[in-house]
């Protein structure tokens, strides 16, 4: 006797989108899940009403409670909240999304209002087998005053995976990262994603590059290394986008897990959500499957394929790094009219502030506190 979890990616629905998704998107939607004992997707966004942004780089994403019966309807048993948007409104939008999901009985694992409850498992019984289930996420704005989303940090993951070892059948890892919109994983990230399966996991599962980025078995254990969308309605987006997959596990007590994919289509074209793809999609989809089932064992050729990902983002990771904080200067910098204040030497160390974890732990405190001196 087994069962069958499905894991799917990054949920969003704006708040205008949400009369979008209707009886149909729904019956669609379950015909995919319902095959399953287990369902798990990512809330990439608080459930709040008002809200405050918080002080972040990037989009300050927020949904309604009106999101709330969807999620009930499509029958999600449980919330992974561990990314980078849960605390898009702070520690106070996170608080009032756990109060949101609490009254309306809909679990979730992966943040916390306390440091004593951000790391805490789950652990679920189903058709009789003990599924311990841990959520983690790169370190992205997913902390203020060390409260918020788990991050991934291997001494505290191994230990609560170790602990897990003893109650449970199976344990299964879900991880936030990746890099956005990068089509395959970084040898990097590989590495972070086989270290949970050396510290006892059975299968790992990622979500966060917005894009399928395929599949590995690791010492007979499956990892996924990118989803790819669940629900994600930003407009005019391409088919990488759009592209995403459930991850269907099968697990048996005595076997490794296995792992099944179901591709659909979502956001695309001004269509909601289908799992009946147009022949040139389905096309698209079994091509990237084969080259990256080809790539994710080719160490040289992920770092080639990184370093291409890299160029061309170069323009806008200098712009990060320079002291510039108005946008005309920025704009003359772009045109050479403004000189990069990061001579060589200043450069290497900045390159080792960052590499070096003892000197990082100082910086990031450091760049934490508002009261930090100007001039320092």
């Not at 069958?4 to 949920?11: S, T, V």
């Not at 309604?64 to 909240?81: A, C, G, S």
């Not at 790539?295 to 170069?314: G, I, P, Q, T, Y």
């Amino acid at each position: 006797m087994g069962c069958k979890i499905a894991i799917g990616g990054d949920f969003y629905v704006g708040i205008r989108e949400v009369e979008r998704i209707d009886d149909s998107v729904c019956s669609s939607l379950r015909k995919v899940l319902d095959e399953v004992d287990f369902k798990i997707i990512n809330l990439e966004a608080p459930i709040i009403n008002l809200g405050n942004p918080a002080n972040k780089f990037g989009p300050n994403l927020k949904m309604t409670k009106t999101v709330i019966p969807i999620i009930k309807k499509l029958k999600i048993d449980l919330l992974t909240l561990a990314n980078n948007h849960i605390l898009d409104h702070g520690t106070v939008g996170l608080e009032e999304t756990l109060m949101n999901l609490d009254k309306a009985s809909v679990q979730h694992i992966g943040a916390a209002t306390k440091v004593s409850e951000m790391n805490r498992p789950k652990v679920f019984e189903i058709k009789g087998m003990q599924i311990g289930v841990v959520n983690v996420a790169e370190n992205e704005f997913i902390q203020i005053d060390d409260v918020g989303a788990n991050a991934i940090d291997f001494p505290s993951n191994l230990k609560t995976i170790l602990e897990l070892k003893g109650r449970t059948d199976k344990i299964i890892v879900i991880v936030h990262g990746g890099n956005e919109t990068h089509l395959y994983p970084s040898v990097r990230f590989k590495e972070t994603l086989r270290f949970f399966i050396d510290a006892g996991a059975d299968a790992v599962i990622a979500h966060h590059t917005h894009c399928f980025n395929g599949y590995e078995y690791y010492k007979d254990k499956p990892i996924a290394f990118g989803l790819g969308n669940f629900l994600f309605n930003v407009p005019g987006q391409n088919i990488d986008w759009s592209l995403g997959v459930i991850a269907v596990l099968k697990l048996e007590k005595n076997n490794p897990i296995q792992i099944e994919f179901r591709p659909f289509l979502q956001n695309f074209e001004g269509l909601m959500f289908t799992d009946t793809l147009p022949q040139n999609v389905r096309d698209y989809f079994e091509s990237r499957s084969d080259e990256l089932d080809r790539l994710v064992s080719d160490d040289d050729e992920l770092r080639n394929r990184f370093d291409a990902f890299m160029d061309s983002k170069k323009k806008q990771y200098n712009h990060f790094i320079q002291p510039y904080s108005n946008v005309w200067l920025h704009r003359l910098f772009s045109k050479g009219m403004l000189p990069s204040p990061w001579k060589n030497g200043k450069k290497q160390l900045l390159l080792n502030l960052i590499r070096c974890e003892s000197h990082r732990d100082i910086l990031i405190k450091l760049l934490d506190n508002e009261n930090s001196h100007p001039s320092i």
